[in-house]
């Protein structure tokens, strides 16, 4: 059977269209590099202009007060840091807890709620863009003279949150990016710290190039300026390299809790 002229390249172009599209090392590449947000960032309500950092001393049970720093980014992730002011700590133990999730609004934007990756649910009714109110596990106002106020400060305040992170890891074209487990998000990783006995253990460990691998570290979580345009991105720096585990995935590995039980 004899072909057309113009079947040839029309079949030799869709396979090369075809092989670029299903090639996830040089989409995610092109992606981590390009620092930009995500499809989709969620909305906010009018007036409400983000970056944005929101402090305030909530009341505590134990302790003079719970000191809430909560930084909101555009691109739908939070960083949160609480400390327990006043309250005695034991050797190896500590009150400030850090944390990084991602908000979102409820659809009238009158409520915005946090999902973070140490399993923190909290909620806050937005009085006005520049002041946010702690509501109760079930979201409805918290019946009470005590404050609940987060007010927004006039800059965004450093925030670098350290914590344990569970992710995909992978190093390809002399960098490595991690795709965080709970947030679904892809962060470079800075050649600094641990970060050499990370990529050791991956390089010995994978099977093709820019395999990702499941990693767990302790990390802190920075902001830094893009590789490419304008702005700052998130960015981990790797403070102790746990393990890789080969085969598992962010849905076959233990939970966050687990983890922390267990390092």
Do not use: H
């Amino acid at each position: 059977m004899k072909l057309l002229p113009w079947v040839m390249p029309a079949l030799m172009l869709w396979a090369m269209l075809a092989g670029c599209a299903e090639s996830p090392t040089v989409r995610q590449l092109q992606e981590i590099r390009s620092g930009a947000p995500p499809a989709g960032s969620p909305k906010t309500p009018s007036g409400f202009r983000l970056p944005a950092t929101f402090v305030g001393n909530l009341p505590c049970a134990d302790c003079a007060g719970i000191r809430y720093q909560l930084n909101l980014w555009p691109d739908g992730l939070f960083f949160l840091r609480t400390t327990y002011l006043e309250k005695p700590v034991a050797a190896g133990e500590t009150d400030r807890f850090d944390e990084i999730g991602l908000w979102s609004f409820s659809a009238d934007r009158r409520k915005l709620s946090l999902r973070g990756s140490r399993g923190a649910r909290e909620s806050f009714t937005v009085v006005r863009p520049d002041l946010l109110r702690k509501l109760d596990q079930k979201g409805r106002p918290i019946a009470s003279e005590l404050n609940y106020d987060l007010t927004r400060q006039k800059t965004v305040e450093p925030l670098e949150p350290r914590l344990l992170l569970r992710g995909l890891y992978s190093y390809y074209a002399d960098a490595g990016r991690l795709k965080e487990c709970f947030t679904g998000r892809t962060f470079p990783v800075a050649t600094e710290q641990d970060n050499v006995a990370l990529e050791v253990t991956y390089l010995k460990l994978q099977q093709e190039p820019g395999q990702w691998l499941l990693a767990n570290l302790e990390a802190r979580v920075v902001r830094r300026p893009k590789m490419e345009g304008a702005g700052e991105q998130p960015v981990i720096v790797v403070e102790r390299f746990i393990k890789i585990l080969p085969g598992e995935t962010c849905e076959t590995s233990m939970s966050t809790t687990e983890l922390e039980q267990a390092y």
